[in-house]
């Protein structure tokens, strides 16, 4: 395996395990491992000076959130972003946000729409860098704010196990700025939205954000795969 060109970062407020996993999770995101590329427990142990068992188990949280596989006789590599993963993974997403934004819209106090509106001025505010795991995380949080007014434990886990799934093709998503003033605009008129109880209004809106969200990706991938990007 070709030396990796990142180093791990301690965190006196995290398990070594953690910082490990974020490591190699940053890594996988920015590019500095490849897709298809294998990853040698030994070697990266040696790279990030610790040992093979937060590697081990970095590798096995990676592979739940989709960004790595294991292959029989071959060991971990990481994954490759394919249309049928992302459909697969957006299909589901959006399933599950319309029923989200319909709860919301029912449900969200004075004091839950206020957090959506600060989550979406952060989010606008991290545009104005170019840190695309920070503009990624901003909009996560925005989700999130509007997912908590649900009022549906359950509904929350669920979304958080797919965010994870999920946060590989937002950051590819997220890497054209072009995209970035109709995301602004959708946030907004999902939170004006969920302050009219508008389900309907609510439903269009987050289905036209995730079918944009499709669309780019799958665009990214074929140009990808016929060596145009």
């Known amino acids: 395996m070709k030396e990796p060109n990142f180093e791990v970062t301690m965190n006196e407020y995290l398990p070594l395990r953690d910082v490990v996993f974020n490591t190699l999770r940053q890594a996988i995101l920015r590019g500095e491992l490849k897709p298809g590329e294998r990853l040698m427990e030994i070697q ?24 790595v596989l294991m292959i029989p006789r071959r060991g971990a590599e990481v994954a490759e972003i394919t249309e ?24 969200a106090t004075q004091a839950q729409i206020e957090e959506m509106k600060q989550a979406a001025q952060v989010f606008k505010e ?28 359950k509904l929350i886990q669920i979304l958080n ?45 987050i289905c036209r954000h995730i079918d944009n969200q499709e669309k780019a990706i799958a665009e990214f991938i074929r140009n990808k795969k016929n060596g145009r990007v």
């Not at 104005?128 to 509007?146: C, Q």
């Not at 590989?168 to 109880?197: D, P, S």
């Open 161 to 205: 196990n797919l965010r994870e799934q999920m946060y590989r093709y937002r950051v590819e998503y997220l890497k054209n700025n072009e995209v970035y003033e109709q995301l602004l605009e959708e946030h907004e008129f999902l939170i004006q939205a969920v302050i009219k109880h508008d389900k309907a209004q609510a439903k269009d809106i």
């Open 84 to 107: 049928q993963n992302l459909r697969d993974v957006l299909e589901v997403r959006e399933a599950l946000e319309e029923l989200s934004v319909k709860l919301a819209c029912e449900h």
């Open 126 to 153: 991290s545009l104005s860098g170019d840190d695309v795991t920070r503009i990624a995380e901003a909009d996560v949080a925005f989700h999130d704010a509007i997912n908590m007014a649900t009022d549906n434990q």
């Open 44 to 67: 990266l142990a040696n790279k990030l000076g610790v040992s093979r068992t937060p590697i081990r188990e970095a590798i096995r949280k990676l592979e739940l959130e989709g960004l």
